[in-house]
C-alpha cells in the first residue's frame, strides 16, 4: 500500500511514516506479545527528496529460516533433518544436536571458526504466492549500471539489539540507487544469509547464500532513472 496520510506513527531515519499504514492487528496480547516484522520503503528522487512510502507487517519467513528455528529437542526426540536450500537451488542437510557431532552455526566468527553473515537485502521484479518455499527471489535484480539492474549499496547491520522497556528490536537496511538508464520496478524483498555450520566429525558445510525471509509487495515500486530507494527490516520481539 502506498502512503498519503498525515496521521503518524513513528519515524525510521527521520523520515515520517503515516499511521494508516498499519495493518489492523488481533488485539489478544498472546498474538501482540511475539515475534513481529515490518517491512519499510523510502523512495526518492534523483535529488534525494523522498516521494514516496511504503510499509506493512511481513509474515514470511523461507522453509530454510524454519528449519533453524526449530528447537533441538525436536531434531533429537525425532530424529529427522531439514533440508537447507540456498540461492542456486543446491540443498545441504541441516541436523543440529547436542553431542560434539551435530550440526552448528558458530558465534562469533573469528579466524578459527566457519563463517557466517547476513549478506544483505535483495530485490526483483518477480513474485510468488508461497513464500514459504522460495530459495531465492522469483526474479532477483542485479547489482550494476545495466539495463534493468539496480547499484546496490551496502547494507546497515545493527551491532546489538535496542532495549525499550520490555521491547527488544533492531533494523537492517539497505539503499539501491538507479543508474540503469530506465525505469526499474521493484514487486518482490528478501533477506540472504551466507552460512557455514560446523558438521560431523568438525567437517565445516558450506551452505553458500540462503534466502531466509520473503516477501512480494502489494504494488510495484517504480524507479525512474537517478532515483533512489531504501529498505528497511524492523524485528522487534516483545513489541
Do not use: C
Not at 57 to 77: D, E, K, L, Q
Request: neutral net charge; aromatic residues 14%.
Amino acid at each position: 500500500m502506498m502512503l498519503g496520510s498525515s496521521k503518524i506513527m513513528y519515524d525510521i531515519d527521520n523520515i515520517y511514516i503515516p499511521k494508516d499504514t498499519i495493518q489492523k492487528e488481533n488485539k489478544d496480547p498472546d498474538y501482540t506479545k511475539s515475534l513481529k516484522v515490518i517491512l519499510t520503503i523510502v523512495v526518492r528522487d534523483k535529488d534525494g527528496r523522498v516521494i514516496n512510502r511504503f510499509k506493512k507487517r511481513s509474515h514470511s519467513p523461507t522453509s530454510n529460516f524454519i528449519g533453524f528455528m526449530i528447537p533441538y529437542t525436536w531434531y533429537n526426540s525425532t530424529g529427522e533433518g531439514w533440508s537447507i536450500v540456498n540461492t542456486s537451488n543446491g540443498s545441504n542437510g541441516w541436523k543440529p544436536n547436542t553431542n560434539n557431532y551435530g550440526f552448528g552455526i558458530v558465534y562469533p566468527n573469528s579466524g578459527t571458526n566457519y563463517s557466517s553473515y547476513l549478506v544483505g537485502i535483495v530485490v526483483g521484479s518477480g513474485a510468488s504466492s508461497n513464500p514459504y518455499s522460495m530459495y531465492n527471489l522469483a526474479a532477483p535484480i542485479s547489482n550494476g549500471s545495466g539495463a534493468g539492474q539496480l547499484m546496490y549499496g551496502t547494507p546497515s547491520i545493527p551491532t546489538s539489539f535496542t532495549i525499550n522497556g520490555s521491547e527488544a528490536y533492531f533494523i537492517i537496511s539497505q539503499s539501491y540507487t538507479n543508474n540503469s538508464g530506465g525505469t526499474v520496478n521493484i514487486t518482490e524483498v528478501g533477506l540472504v544469509v551466507y552460512l557455514q555450520a560446523d558438521g560431523y566429525y568438525g567437517t565445516p558445510i558450506v551452505y553458500g547464500n540462503v534466502l531466509v525471509w520473503y516477501d512480494t509487495l502489494s504494488s510495484a515500486v517504480s524507479l525512474t532513472n537517478g532515483s533512489s530507494i531504501t529498505v528497511y527490516y524492523t524485528f522487534a520481539v516483545n513489541p
